[in-house]
């Protein structure tokens, strides 16, 4: 069964500032990865993706993150948070592309 | 620029209405999913369908119902709608070697 687990529902950060938003995942098979965003009263946008090819993942924003198949882990970073990073960010796993479950979400604030 | 589009961003219902959520691709997708969101739970699979006139049940199908008649609509039914389905909902799409695209979602208030 797959699952995906978010540490922390809220994380704050000042601007400028190192992000990290932890993501750990359970699948039975290679995994495909994802990192979405959602500012308010949207719906989710993608940041990143992993696919089994580079570990190590850029996407969009200045955010990327890190494959680790020993930890279990698809942690998202940003070197240097900016004020429009504020959003609710969520991780998400599929083993095949037909079925997609998500982790609780962990909302990013940003401090002047 | 490809696009999920859902019928109403708002939508205010009383207890015991018939309801209906429509949603929209554009992208020649084969898979369309319909969640609910609600603080602290993250996104709820509903319903998913991977082709026209397919459906499978997700993790909270009680109380809901889809349709899909076309390939590029899917339509989340609320039969007889009830206060507890206060809620975000939103549609996907996807194909089926790719990421999911979310529309803009639904913020139904049933009174």
């Known amino acids: 069964a797959q699952s995906v687990t978010q540490l922390g529902s809220h994380v704050s950060v000042s601007e400028g500032a190192l992000v990290l938003l932890r993501c750990n995942y359970s699948?039975?098979?290679?995994?495909?990865l994802f990192w979405y965003v959602q500012y308010p009263n949207q719906g989710l946008q993608l940041l990143l993706k992993?696919?089994?090819?580079?570990?190590l993942v850029k996407g969009i924003n200045g955010f990327e993150a890190e494959f680790k198949k020993s930890e279990t882990s698809f942690h998202l970073t940003k070197p240097s948070a900016h004020m429009s990073d504020a959003a609710e960010y969520f991780c998400?796993?599929?083993?095949?592309?037909?079925?997609?479950?998500f982790g609780s979400g962990t909302k990013l604030n940003v401090k002047p | 620029d490809v696009k999920v589009t859902q019928s109403s961003r708002y939508l205010v219902k009383r207890t015991g209405e018939k309801v209906f959520l429509e949603c929209v691709q554009d992208m020649d997708h084969e898979n369309m999913f319909w969640y609910r969101q609600d603080p602290g739970l993250g996104l709820r699979l509903i319903y998913f369908?991977?082709?026209?006139?397919?459906?499978e049940k997700g993790d909270i199908p009680e109380g809901y119902s889809v349709s899909r008649e076309k390939k590029e609509r899917f339509s989340l039914i609320l039969e007889s709608a009830s206060t507890n389905q206060t809620s975000m909902y939103l549609c996907?799409?996807?194909?089926?070697?790719?990421?999911?695209?979310f529309g803009p979602g639904t913020r139904l208030t049933v009174l």
């Open positions: 992993y696919t089994s090819a580079a570990t």
């Open positions: 998400a796993v599929s083993e095949n592309f037909n079925k997609f479950y």
């Open positions: 369908s991977y082709d026209v006139k397919m459906k």
């Open positions: 996907a799409s996807s194909s089926r070697e790719s990421e999911q695209f």
């Open positions: 699948s039975s098979v290679p995994p495909y």
